[in-house]
């Protein structure tokens, strides 16, 4: 070796800090980018010449290289928004994002989202969200992730009522009265409950279930309905007609023992308005006879009236569920995370979005959960980056750079010393 390749060393260590500062400035310059992950400078030395030296061989350095540049996927800090969209992932997790023409997925941290015109949940890129959708009966489909999209436009149809439960107290000290009169309820009942049912076309029916007390621990119910909303083949000649009855059987103690699960009439609900005829109510007695006041604790069926779209909103587990104006929330998907063997081998693509590769290995695809990372809603998760390190290495590098540069015009100065020896 000679000064001539000292030059050359210099300047390997002059490219060398200046990538470093290239990765450098590009951490302070994305301090505030939502999701950002810091990168950091790994530096090797080149490959060593041999010299011959008193003691044998010896080797002597040529200079540095950048060995590779890591990027840092620890956990950064949590901002809180306002926007029900904006989403953060706690722990190892990424959003899985696909453009609009491709299907390739990518994967990012940033989860500031919104829906486009069109209903797709998209990031600021256009990227769209990926997610499992669910069936109509609000079961989570176990195909692979697809685009999450909503239906601002849409209405859902009246769902008639399938099924009601009871929860009741019956007065332990009532008088035993009957047999129960359809034509004379309220003298041959002890307590009445009224409950709205829906038909198939979103109509409301009052429906009154009349309980009367037979025994000392034993009463019946009787469920009844206006005979002017019946169609006439099943309607009574009174008023009121009969659609179910049945029998509870309480312990010593008040509890029920029977009469728990039972139904209304088969087919004895036909409306008169010309909605689907409803083959039977399943009933649900949640009810005990102690000695206090009968009373309705609380009442629940499954109809309702049709609506319209009014919101989304998404769950802190990742679900995306569309609110109507009858109240009823529907879920539409479930956000999927992927996690990665190596998440130092994921390639950049610009916008906090990442690719795999072969050194990131396959990712590991599933919903929010101990595996995958918990995803928070009004939240985004900040850069990682850290200011005050990235100002140190800035001294560093711009030292290595300036030592650089001085070897390059020390060498100089002693090859013009050795050019003068002859003259």
Do not use: C
Request: aromatic share 8%; no cysteine; hydrophobic share 30%.
């Amino acid at each position: 070796m000679g000064l001539s390749s000292t030059l050359y060393t210099g300047i390997s260590g002059l490219r060398s800090n200046a990538e470093a500062m290239s990765v450098t400035g590009n951490n302070i310059s994305n301090s505030n980018t939502v999701g950002f992950k810091s990168s950091s400078t790994v530096f090797s030395d080149l490959l060593s010449a041999s010299v011959a030296s008193s003691s044998g061989s010896s080797q002597v350095g040529r200079g540095s290289q950048i060995s590779t540049i890591k990027t840092n996927f620890t956990q950064g800090s949590f901002q809180d928004t306002i926007n029900s969209t904006d989403l953060a992932v706690d722990g190892d997790g990424f959003f899985m994002v696909s453009a609009a023409t491709s299907d390739e997925i990518n994967y990012t941290r940033n989860g500031s989202f919104g829906f486009d015109k069109n209903g797709y949940l998209i990031n600021a890129e256009g990227y769209r969200v990926q997610g499992r959708g669910f069936d109509p009966y609000g079961q989570l489909i176990g195909d692979d992730p697809t685009d999450i999209r909503i239906d601002v436009n849409s209405q859902i149809p009246a769902r008639q009522t399938s099924t009601l439960t009871l929860t009741t107290n019956l007065d332990e000290g009532s008088s035993i009265v009957g047999p129960f009169d359809i034509d004379d309820p309220s003298t041959t009942s002890n307590y009445s409950t009224s409950t709205q049912l829906y038909d198939s076309l979103g109509n409301i029916h009052v429906a009154t279930t009349y309980f009367t007390k037979t025994s000392s621990q034993q009463w019946e119910w009787h469920m009844t309905v206006n005979s002017s909303e019946l169609d006439s083949s099943v309607a009574g000649s009174g008023a009121l007609t009969e659609v179910g009855s049945g029998s509870l059987t309480f312990d010593s103690v008040g509890n029920l023992l029977t009469g728990g699960s039972s139904s209304t009439t088969a087919s004895a609900l036909v409306w008169n308005n010309g909605s689907s005829v409803v083959p039977q109510i399943d009933m649900t007695f949640d009810t005990t006879q102690f000695n206090k006041k009968s009373s309705i604790i609380s009442q629940d069926q499954d109809g309702y009236p049709p609506g319209e779209f009014v919101k989304v909103s998404i769950t802190d587990n990742g679900t995306v569920t569309t609110s109507y104006s009858n109240g009823e929330d529907i879920d539409v998907a479930m956000l999927t995370l992927a996690t990665f063997a190596n998440s130092a081998g994921l390639n950049k693509e610009g916008g906090s979005i990442y690719s795999s590769t072969a050194r990131s290995g396959e990712p590991s695809i599933g919903i929010a959960g101990d595996s995958q990372g918990y995803i928070y809603t009004n939240r985004l998760e900040l850069s990682n980056v850290d200011l005050a390190q990235e100002f140190v290495n800035l001294i560093t590098i711009q030292n290595g750079y300036s030592a650089s540069s001085k070897v390059i015009t020390t060498t100089d100065e002693m090859l013009q010393e050795l050019i003068n020896l002859v003259r």
